[in-house]
């Protein structure tokens, strides 16, 4: 009887330990192959676990980077963002945040980050990170801000022509009814700095010479 009761306890324990290992593999098979980068750190930053993505996206190797913390491979102006969150990680809730990263070969990358608190029976033991590569985004936002910007300066370029085209319009309509060249004449000072408001100069017509310009 003892032998079958051991015999049982050992079967079981084999069956858990079995059924642990087997959801280890599962964890890990997930952690590897996950579609995002994904992390776990130290609580003064530095990696000590990543996926094989994180190394794909940054150039470094998992050995490089288990030496390294997230403000390494920031660029230069998210240097002081990254060490922020890295210190503010543990009297925190999950922080999200976007960062610029610089890749092994000089690239930049933009992340999305998402990270939270580990802990051990209430005490805190580290930070899990998980890193979106947002690039493609980024770079689309920027471009549509260029394309906008440049659709406004157009818009605002045709305004002013479609202005100046009226104004033109409305001198030469009083310049045919003027029965004196003084009449004329204030009929063009009053028009030019309309048409031409960022320009300056003096109006001037050609003498009965042809050769010589009168200021007027």
Sequence with gaps: VT???????????????????????????????????????DLGGRFTSLNKLMEHVTGYNREELCKMSLADLAAPPYVELANEMIARQPHSAPLLYDIEILAKDGNIVFLEVNTRLISDEGKATGIQGVARNITKRKQAEVALAVANRTLMERVTELEARNSQILLLSDMGNLLQSCLTAEEAYRVIATFGPKIFPAESGARGVLGPSKNLVEIV
């Design 3 to 41: 032998g079958l009761v051991m015999g049982a306890a050992i079967g079981g324990r084999r069956r858990v330990e079995d059924a642990l290992q087997q959801r280890e593999r599962r964890y890990r098979d997930l952690f590897e192959n996950a579609t995002a980068m994904v992390y776990t750190a």
